[in-house]
C-alpha cells in the first residue's frame, strides 16, 4: 500500500494492491486506487484503462491529481476532487509525472526501462509545451523556480554515464556535465527555497536559446528487408495511441461541436445510463419492500415505545439504517458506482426489515 497526501493534509490517495488477480489478467496482482479525505469522504477512483498504476501526484494547488496507469503505452488522466476525470493525456511511454511547483506546468516521464521521454504540458490551457528525450535518467527535480528541471544518471542504478543536465521546460539543454570514467555521482538536489519566492510565470512554447548541443540519439528506424526498402511504407502499430482529450463537461450553451472521441464516450455513456435504467426498472419489484413494510417503516407512530430503553434504541438504529440503505439505493438509481461495502448494507435491507417488525410486534 503506498500513501499520497495532499499539500493541506485534508486527503490521501492510496494505492491498494492484492498478490492476486482474479480476472487472471496479470501475474503480478492488481491494483486500485482510493480517494480518503478528512470529513469522512471516501471514493474509489475509476480508472477506465487495465493495468498497473505507475504513479499518482497532488498538484500544489490542492484542487487536482494526476494519475499515470494501465499497461504500457500507458494513460495518464487529471482528476479533480470529485474524482471525476478533468483531462485526459492519451497514451504514451509515461511511468511517472512531476507537477512544477506552482502547479501550471506538468511533466510526464518514461524513466526506468522506458526511453527517457517528457511530455511537457501547460496544465492551465493543456497545451503541449515540448517533448524532450533525456535517456538513461534515474533521478528528475523541479527548480524551485518552475523554470528549470534537472535530469541526472546516478549510482548505484547506474554506475556508466553518470551525469546531470540542466534543462529549460521548452526542451532546451543549458547545462550538462558528465563525471569522469573513474568516478560516480551519487546525488544531485537544487537549492531549496521558501514558498512564494518565485512566482508562477507565463508559459513560453518557443524552445529558449542554448550554447549546449542536445546529443540526445536520434530513434531509431524500423529495420526494412532489402526488397521493401524502395516500396512505400505501410503505417502499421501494435497499439493505437489514443489522443489527448478534454474531459470537462461542455457547456450547454456552447456552440462549439464535440470533437469525435469525445461525441464516442459522449454516447457510451448515455447508453450506459439508459441500461442502468432499465435494469433498475426491472429489479424493482424484486428490490423494493411491500407497500405493507413500506408503511410500517415511514409511518410509525413515534410516540409508541416499549417501556423498554434498550429495545426502543433497538428500533431507532434499525430505522435509522433502513433509512440510509433508501438513501444509497438514490444514488444507485441515478447511475452512481456503489462500493462494495455500500451493496452490502443494501443486501441486508430484508433482514433488517424482518428484525424491526418482530421488535415493533413484541411493543
Same mark, same amino acid.
Given at each position: ?15 491498494? /494492491?492484492?498478490?492476486? @488477480?482474479?480476472? =487472471?489478467?496479470?501475474? *503480478? ?21 487495465? =493495468? ?31 474524482? @471525476? ?51 538513461? $535518467? ?6 524551485? @523556480? ?22 529549460? *521546460? ?33 508559459? !513560453?512554447? +518557443?524552445?529558449?536559446? +542554448? ?12 529495420? !526494412? ?10 503505417? +502499421? ?16 450553451? /456552447? ?24 435494469? !433498475?426498472?426491472? =429489479? ?21 415505545? +416499549?417501556? @423498554? ?52 410486534? $413484541?411493543?
Amino acid at each position: 500500500m503506498t500513501l499520497f497526501y495532499i499539500r493541506i493534509a485534508t486527503a490521501v490517495l492510496v494505492i491498494a /494492491s492484492t498478490e492476486v @488477480d482474479k480476472t =487472471g489478467a496479470s501475474y *503480478y496482482g492488481e491494483q486500485t486506487l482510493h480517494y480518503m479525505a478528512t470529513n469522512g469522504e471516501s471514493a474509489v477512483v475509476q480508472l477506465p484503462k487495465n =493495468g498497473p498504476i505507475y504513479d499518482a501526484t497532488w498538484s500544489p494547488n490542492s484542487t487536482e491529481f494526476c494519475v499515470v496507469y494501465g499497461f504500457m503505452p500507458a494513460k495518464a488522466t487529471i482528476f479533480n476532487l470529485k474524482c @471525476d476525470p478533468v483531462f485526459d493525456f492519451g497514451t504514451g511511454p509515461h511511468n511517472a509525472a512531476y507537477y512544477s511547483p506552482q502547479g501550471h506546468i506538468l511533466v510526464l516521464a518514461g524513466f526506468g526501462n522506458l526511453s527517457g521521454q517528457l511530455d511537457v504540458w501547460d496544465v492551465e490551457n493543456y497545451k503541449l509545451v515540448s517533448k524532450p528525450q533525456a535517456s538513461d $535518467s534515474t533521478y528528475f527535480a523541479w527548480c524551485p @523556480d518552475g523554470e528549470h528541471i534537472v535530469t541526472a544518471t546516478c549510482s548505484p542504478r547506474l554506475r556508466v554515464g553518470n551525469g546531470y543536465k540542466i534543462w529549460h *521546460y521548452t526542451g532546451s539543454v543549458l547545462y550538462k556535465y558528465e563525471v569522469p570514467p573513474n568516478a560516480e555521482l551519487w546525488q544531485v538536489a537544487w537549492q531549496p527555497f521558501l514558498e512564494g519566492v518565485f512566482p508562477a510565470k507565463a508559459v !513560453r512554447y +518557443s524552445a529558449v536559446p +542554448s550554447k549546449v548541443p542536445n546529443d540526445e540519439p536520434k530513434a531509431a528506424q524500423a529495420y !526494412r528487408p532489402p526488397a521493401l526498402r524502395n516500396k512505400p511504407v505501410t503505417a +502499421s502499430k501494435l497499439h493505437e495511441d489514443e489522443p489527448p482529450q478534454n474531459m470537462r463537461p461542455q457547456s450547454k450553451n /456552447s456552440d462549439k461541436p464535440l470533437s469525435k472521441t469525445a461525441l464516442k464516450n459522449q454516447r457510451k455513456h448515455e447508453a450506459k445510463k439508459v441500461a442502468k435504467q432499465e435494469a !433498475r426498472a426491472e =429489479g424493482n419489484q424484486e428490490t423494493a419492500p411491500t407497500p405493507q413494510v413500506q408503511n410500517m417503516l415511514h409511518n410509525a407512530i413515534p410516540s409508541v415505545t +416499549s417501556g @423498554d430503553p434498550e429495545v426502543d434504541k433497538k428500533i431507532k438504529n434499525l430505522k435509522k439504517k433502513l433509512k440510509a440503505i433508501e438513501q444509497l439505493k438514490d444514488q444507485a438509481a441515478t447511475g452512481k458506482q456503489l462500493e462494495k461495502n455500500q451493496l452490502e448494507k443494501i443486501q441486508k435491507e430484508a433482514a433488517l426489515l424482518k428484525e424491526l417488525e418482530d421488535l415493533e410486534l $413484541s411493543i
